[in-house]
């Protein structure tokens, strides 16, 4: 589904349903470097249970056209925008990693518009290492190498989002290849994390929040391990918290597990 969000195309993945203005709707962030295809099993199923899903790819990325946000404020400002251009009067969002910020910053300047918020995989603040933004923008290949061993917590993991034998290890690399090079105008990893590392609101922005806050971390989580959330979880006003044994990469190596979290939350 294309929507036209400040004048720029904008996909948003429907879970194979169409867009219904009478069931809730959901919206799905993904973060650094990824698509919406992160969210497969989980946008797939709330979508044939009663939800409206938006998984989307985020603004000057994979299928999506405008200009790719330099930071977590413009980042929100086009979830937003996609609410207003689909007459969405109040939606759940579901962020990972850079996300996860994402959806907190619209939650925060938008809390009659937010009507549940879930952080996975996420922390703040959420720094990067100079290392990292340097090979991110120098050696970009490298560094999606780099951030695949520190994202994935086996190289053997049981069967994921994607079936029985699948190499989460290989796929992720090459989703990541993929969206870089989907934007030839702009090295999206490097202006990523530098939004990410530059991110200083996140106190404030969980201050504002008005809605429920759910937080799905990853117990082998080296880019943002649980710890790395507590300011955030201890900010919140109505905190819930579900620890997975997974790395970063949540959705994909306990697909089940953060599906379940979801289904709780949402019908909570």
Not at 31 to 43: A, E, K, P
Not at 65 to 85: F, H, I, K, Y
């Amino acid at each position: 589904m294309m929507i036209d969000v400040h004048g720029a195309p904008l996909y948003a993945y429907t879970g194979g349903k169409p867009f219904d203005p009478a069931k809730p709707t959901v919206v799905f962030i993904h973060g650094l470097l990824n698509d919406h295809s992160v969210w497969i099993l989980q946008s797939r199923y709330l979508a044939h249970h009663g939800w409206n899903v938006l998984a989307i790819d985020q603004p000057g990325h994979g299928k999506s056209g405008g200009e790719a946000p330099a930071t977590v404020q413009e980042a929100s400002r086009a979830v937003l925008g996609l609410l207003d251009a689909l007459k969405i009067d109040q939606a759940a969002l579901v962020g990972h990693s850079f996300g996860s910020l994402i959806a907190l910053q619209t939650a925060a300047d938008a809390p009659e518009r937010v009507s549940h918020l879930v952080m996975v995989g996420t922390a703040y603040p959420m720094k990067v290492s100079p290392a990292l933004l340097d090979s991110s923008l120098n050696q970009p290949m490298k560094a999606i190498d780099m951030v695949n061993v520190f994202s994935h917590s086996t190289l053997a993991p049981p069967p994921s989002a994607l079936g029985p034998g699948t190499w989460l290890l290989g796929g992720s690399k090459a989703l990541m290849r993929r969206v870089l090079a989907s934007n030839p105008r702009v090295n999206v990893f490097h202006r990523g994390f530098v939004a990410c590392d530059s991110y200083d609101q996140g106190e404030q922005a969980m201050e504002r929040v008005q809605c429920p806050t759910l937080f799905i971390l990853g117990t082998q989580d080296q880019m943002t391990p649980p710890k790395a959330a507590q300011t955030l979880i201890g900010r919140a006003r109505h905190a819930q918290t579900v620890r997975l044994r997974a790395g970063h990469s949540l959705m994909t190596e306990d697909p089940d597990g953060v599906l379940m979290a979801l289904r709780r939350f949402l019908q909570g």
